[in-house]
């Protein structure tokens, strides 16, 4: 809404309680978003809370917890939405939030197995297409079936009708390292194929793709641009599908068509697994060099002792890249190239 009447000539100040803005996406979603927003000339204040707000007259002041205060006309506010208790009145333990939301598969209220509870009510994440998706399996239960509702987590396909828009589906790349996953993240931009030309060259977004290099599948997209939105559907499908990325090589996207940014995505991971395999002799001169500090270090010891720790902090720092080399050519997955063979 900031973006939409500062484009119809407001004056916009956009205060985000958050140190930034899309907390739950990528980073770089919501820095694109705070620049664009800039751009247009919204006052954007981040890491800052509304601590009073109060109408006088036409004005509307809210003082805010960093001692500033932002005078205006109008005020609106998005803080969440959370179901009114009414609809909740009739459940017996109805004490803690926890016992009040249905089981997380079925869409069957706790303890009230004749109560179906969809959309917004169950708080699991408050979408119109997540809406419908529990709407689909609780019918679906209610006739005997046995659907299960298991995509309507944190991970759901998600868009933000900005401009750029940000559009995503599955976990961040910090939230798939989070579980413990062996993710790896790889970013291009949007604009960099022949057929984003026709909505302008050069035009700001970033593509990028989560893979779990263990399993070798999608487990995140995100795309920032311009009318990207669309292009979610795909990472959905494969995502849901756990189609093996070296297998996407072969779902060939048309020329000249924006599509192409799943060969640019598929491109990069080849060219950063590639260089990886090259890192070989970059290892071999790094064991070289942690050799010979620890062999100063040793030395140090006799000769000067307040050397000493200079010369391990050198050893451990060629030690440390070592690891970090020597874990990426550990013949994993994430050496497979897009033949299958390993290294
Ligand atoms: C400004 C805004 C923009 C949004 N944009 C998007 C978007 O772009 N994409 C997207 O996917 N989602 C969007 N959403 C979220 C989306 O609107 C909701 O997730 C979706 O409407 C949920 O559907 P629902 O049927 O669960 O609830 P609702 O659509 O809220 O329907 C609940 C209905 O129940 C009625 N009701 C409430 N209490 C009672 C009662 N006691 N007795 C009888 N009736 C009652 C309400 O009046 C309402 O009509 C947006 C929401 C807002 C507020």
Redesign the pocket.
Known sequence: MAQAYSALGSTVTLLEAAERLLTREEPFAGEQLHEALVERGVDVRVGVEARAVRRDGASVTVDLSDGERVEATKSWWRLGVVP?P??WASKPSASSRESRLPSMTRCVCRGLPWLYAI???NERW????I?KYQAHVACEVIDGGQARATRDGGGAPRVV?TDPQVAAVGLTLQAAKDQRLNARAYDVLSSATAGAGFYGRDTPGTSRLVVDEDRGVIVGATFTGTDVADWLHAATIALVGEIPVERLWEAVPAFPTRSEIWLNLLEKRETELAREHDEAPVLIEQVRRATLALTQAAAAISEDRMLVPDRLATSLRHLLVIYVIAGRLDGGPATRSRHGDQR
């Open positions: 009114g009414t609809i959309g917004d009510v408050l979408l119109t297409h809406a009708f």
